[in-house]
């Protein structure tokens, strides 16, 4: 009788992706040439199912509020997903379906058939108000939109960006930049300053503020808030560098951000870390072999996503109080980071645009 390894070894695929088709995992993304050649060749060897393994009676939906091409942009979206579909797959749970950045109107029917959604990713607050009338149990990958009332993960970005800024304080930097996308605090609406934020974790640009105020080097001018793009990195740093007092330093507030940004550092005619020390967010697989290797912050993206399918299924087996995990996250020093250069505030001369 034909196994899966039969199967994976005619339909040239791997084990894995053979069960997966045949327990029709929505988790999986494959190509429907793939997909039909695997059901097909499962038919040609008369492949029996067996039925020794009890599915999960929860029906689970994933939401993800990144588009896939910037999930290969930043891989940190990416892992947090795979988290999930390995979870999920170990777990033999049922997934309804992933639907990518939709609309209200997009998944009211779907969400009618579901116990419980795993959502990954940032969302305005009218969305979450539609989802805790709709989905008796929710979990928030990624963001916190209030801790009162869902289950969240997320990742001390706050903590991370300080691990940054030591680094470069140790290195003798006072003169320092930032270059990031746009972060949304989840606020009481009856509080004030820093009182009341449920995501205060995420909110890189407040981190560096106010580290930057408290060692009393805080500029805002040198403060650069645009898109998440590597485009974006790009543009943003030949802003920064058109400056006629430019930073010794930059802090990114992610790989691919920094990625653009060091494209501008060299066509500026700049070399880092002599004249220029960047430091960033995620630790993507580019990082290590950028010119130079960037010095960066790891996030543990795979474990979130692992962990959001274990506190949806103890909510289903009755937990009611909403918990909330924050996951540390490491440094990692390379090249991109060095001593500050003599003389903070030198002035170099602007390239001719």
Known sequence: MAGLKDIAAQAAVSISTVSRVLNDDATLSISSETKSKILQTAEDLH?????????????????????KDYEYEDEYFMNIRQGIEQSVFEKNLHVSFLLREPEQEDVEDQLKDIDGAIIVGSLPA????????????????????????????????????GMLLQELFSEGHEHIGFISGPEYPHQEPWAEGMMGIHNIEKLRALSFELSMKQKGYYRPEDTHIG????????????????????????VLGSDPLAVGAVRAV???GLSIPEDLSIVSVNN???????????????????????????????????????????????????ASSGPAPTGQHRQIPVQQQ
């Open 47 to 67: 492949y029996v199912k067996k039925n020794n393994r009890t599915r999960s009676t929860m029906n689970i939906g994933i939401l993800m509020f990144c588009s």
């Open 284 to 334: 993507i697989e580019m990082a290590a072999y950028l010119n130079p290797p960037l010095t960066t912050i790891q996030l543990p993206s795979h474990q979130m996503g692992r962990s959001a399918v274990d506190m949806l299924l103890e909510k289903q087996a009755g937990r009611s109080t909403p918990a909330k995990l924050t996951l540390p996250c490491s440094f990692i020093k390379r």
């Open 126 to 161: 009218p969305f979450v108000r539609f989802l805790e009338s709709r989905v008796p149990k929710l979990v928030f990958v990624d963001d916190s939109p209030d801790t009162t009332k869902h289950d969240s993960i997320t990742v001390d970005l706050f903590l991370g960006t």
């Open 227 to 250: 898109g998440w793009s590597t485009e974006e990195g790009y543009r943003m740093m030949k802003e920064a560098l058109a400056s006629p007092s430019r930073p010794t330093a930059f």
């Open 266 to 268: 060299h066509e500026a």
